[in-house]
């Protein structure tokens, strides 16, 4: 039992479940052959008191019996019936219980050795006892006259060992049944532990019970969102990031899920990803997917989420700041050499030509978006992506359609909208065969509603693309690791009740057109008093 406590826990079921059989089968066996031998022995009993009956029916035995037998035929008769039915005994006694009849003939006229009273008060009995010939199945029946007089008895008993043989030869034929149903059940025991062994991987209840806890512990841990899903499809695990992030739960089909394509993608095809940048709602992930195999059995795959949101709205800050800082350390540049061709003219006494210099510096130093763009966000952003095209050889104008007269009210929406727009843009018209490379950018109030239009001189959207252009990881540049600006944007715009769409693929005379609708983001007008 100390082995058994410490053995694998599929040695421990296969043990328990044979000990439950044998005790099961060794407790009814025992029962049936109990049974078995006190209904044999019952049938012996009425067999005996059928061959009772036989020889009281008989009217001479009667008339014998009530004369004492002085003619000594009783003892003839007896021995015939007791060959016939193979009885051990037939003894006939008169109404005081002398024996008439016996097998042995000794015991002639001695009274019997078991009580008669119950039978020669008229009733007949069955049961076991034991007499001068040995414990025996009898059945005992009153000897009545033709008056219906009691006038003795007749007694018919079968040996107790002839009974046990018949019943032992009976049990040993169902003990083979039993044996075999034993067999069966070991095999069938064996064969259910190989199995529940297959079913854990070889692992052990107090493993599995610590796998469990430690699988918790890690999955609800960690800041990484965790997906898995079975070789079936189903999803068979998902922490709080994952659901968090992805808005799934555990049971679920992959097929019911909405998935970004790309992931769906990895976790249909079941091939190893490393770190793909997409888009879910409104967060920016970075997935990586990985299959999971033990001994050559498909378990399914894990994919594991990380929230780069936080990192993408640093990022693009970071780029508008640089943006920023490349304009002003141009603008340095010009206005320094401006003030060295101001001081000349003043050191020399031209002081007309000087006044007449500042006044072009001053018409000329006016911003792009100066004269139609009020708010001072999207000047900065004008001016210092401006700056930005120039250097790239691209030239940024801002339509004479232009009009914003009031403040933008939506700031982190509205720049990342109109950044990713006209970053695009003029990498599209950097990359375009048409020279030279432009962008124009169009600002439209409408209420509180700011309406953008982005056309570029590239190349334009394939127009195989142009379907899927806001799925994330479609890109026209066919780079890895891009294809989630217009994804962004576009989640953005709709974070404000808008949108962002593909007005024009291409055209002859220009690339693709974007345009964007950003409701609630400016401040509405104030009406004339």
Known sequence: MFRLRYAPFARQALALQAGVLVVVVGVGFALVGWLFDDELTQQYGTRALAVARTLAADPAIAAAAAADDPQGMLPGRADAAKVSSGALFVVITNARGIRLAHPNPDRIHEPVSTDPSEVLSGHDTINVERGTLGLSARGKTPLRD???????????????????????RELGFAAVFAGGALLLGFIGSALLSRRLKRLTLGLEPRELAELVQEREAVLHGISEGVLAVDADGRVSVCNGEAARLLGVQSGGTVAALDLPPVLRQAVVDRAPVDNVITVAGDRVLVANYRSVRRDERDLGGVLTLRDRTDLENITRELESVRTLSTALRAQRHEFANRLH??????????????????????????????RTVDDPYLQAFVDAKSAEAAEKGVRLALADSSWVGTRVTAPVEVTTVLGILVDNALEAARRGARRPAWVDLALLEDGSTLHISVVDSGDGVPPELAPRIFDSGVSTNGEDGRGIGLSLARQAARRLGGDVRLAAASHDDHGAVFEARLPAALQPAREPV
């Open 146 to 168: 033709a008056s219906g007089t009691i006038v003795g008895e007749v007694s018919v008993g079968f040996r107790i060992e002839d009974i046990r043989g018949h019943v032992n």
């Open 341 to 370: 061709v101001l001081s000349g003219l003043l050191q020399n006494g031209h002081g007309g030509e000087a006044l007449e210099f500042l006044h072009a510096v001053s018409d000329a130093a006016a911003p792009a978006a100066g």
